[in-house]
């Protein structure tokens, strides 16, 4: 299938990406690695009338521990974040679940901002960026992770703002990430995250929902003591996923019960 037709431009700074995207209409999108973009556009299901490449902003592509907190530039590709040796220290559940992103061809081409901004429930990234409570920095701003996802495939981002860094805290202690779907590189039917910081755990829900989600409810019967099967089934009862093709809602349910407890079993909770 053959995308409708659009103007190009290739940007050389943040400055001028914003810029540009600001003077094509509020219907101009960026474009990073491309990997929900381009599908939609060949789809014909969005028509923008400029395309801003910020591809060529390597400086946006790193990864720097300051004291507590883990930045990562938001054109950080999968497959870096998957073998960077820092995040395997400071972050290594992010390296992890980078390794659940697709397969090897959009791990080389996708980057940790194009998932945030496209915003899909079903995006991993936001899974965690949820979870550990990150930080969102813009061209502009920055955004706790809690405020930026607002709907299916919806930001607190302004129409020309772009993603430039997500601020991680530090955790270096257990955690899992479990995903089922039907092949390997498929989207989760559902995913759940478990990070374990220091007294307390943090657990996130993968496609469970239109918006990303975070299982608060176990979260609050492990912080009163109570067991790890207990918990996995006080996520499902609150989750609210949606049927689907692969799944139907109660069996979506079961396998957030089934997932949470396992995930919560590999910390040791």
């Known amino acids: 299938m053959i995308p409708p037709p659009f103007a190009y431009h290739l940007a050389t700074s943040v400055e001028d990406a914003t810029q540009a995207l600001g003077s094509g209409g509020e219907d101009a999108k960026y474009l990073a690695g491309g990997m929900s973009l381009i599908p939609v556009l060949k789809m014909r299901l969005s028509a923008p009338p400029l395309l801003v490449d910020i591809g060529a902003l390597r400086d946006l592509s790193y990864v720097r521990v300051d004291g507590d907190v883990v930045r990562v530039g938001a054109l950080t590709r999968h497959s870096d974040i998957m073998a960077n040796p820092t995040l395997r220290e400071y972050l290594p559940l992010l390296s992890d679940v980078a390794y659940e992103v697709g397969d090897a061809q959009v791990r080389a081409r996708g980057t940790l901002g194009g998932v945030l901004a496209h915003a899909d429930s079903a995006g991993d990234y936001c899974t965690v960026a949820l979870m550990l409570d990150a ?12 405020d930026f996802f607002q709907g299916f495939m919806t930001t607190a981002l302004a129409p020309d703002e772009l993603i430039t860094e997500v601020r991680f805290p530090v955790m270096t202690e257990g955690h899992e990430y479990v995903k089922f779907r ?11 995250g478990v990070q374990r910081d ?10 469970a929902g239109a918006v990303v989600s975070r299982g608060l409810a176990g979260e609050e019967v492990l912080a009163a003591g ?6 996995a089934r006080a996520v499902a009862d609150a989750a609210t996923p949606l049927a689907d093709l692969p799944a139907e809602v109660e069996y979506k349910k079961s396998l957030i019960e089934t997932l949470t407890s396992q995930a919560l079993a590999k910390v040791g909770a």
Request: no cysteine.
């Open 135 to 146: 930080q969102i920095v813009t061209s502009s701003r920055t955004i706790a992770a809690a």
């Open 182 to 192: 039907r092949r390997r590189s498929d989207w989760a039917i559902i995913g759940v």
């Open 198 to 207: 220091r007294d307390r755990y943090r657990i996130g829900l993968t496609n």
């Open 226 to 231: 109570g067991s790890a099967r207990e918990a």
